[in-house]
């Protein structure tokens, strides 16, 4: 799936790509990003901070309880 996430530094969407993985997430945008555990480490935070953005402290939980969601209700990787 596709999050779009604005960019002060660059003043549109930028578009990250995110799969659900078996132990957590799968997080790119251009070069940087990769495997990333429940909470969005390191991957996704590695994307956020190569742009400058800003983000809540509890943004690392809220993903955690999206995968765990996604886990007890048996969806699919592919969704």
Avoid: K
Avoid at 50 to 73: C, F, M, R, T, V
């Amino acid at each position: 799936m596709n999050l779009a996430v604005y960019s002060r530094r660059w003043g549109h969407n930028e578009n990250y790509n995110i799969t659900l993985t078996e132990t957590g997430w799968n997080i790119f945008f251009l070069q940087t990003g990769g495997n990333s555990d429940r909470q969005g480490a390191p991957g996704f935070f590695e994307c956020l901070n190569h742009d400058s953005i800003n983000y809540p402290a509890a943004l690392g939980q809220y993903l955690e309880w999206l995968w765990n969601i996604a886990h007890d209700q048996n969806m699919s990787v592919a969704a």
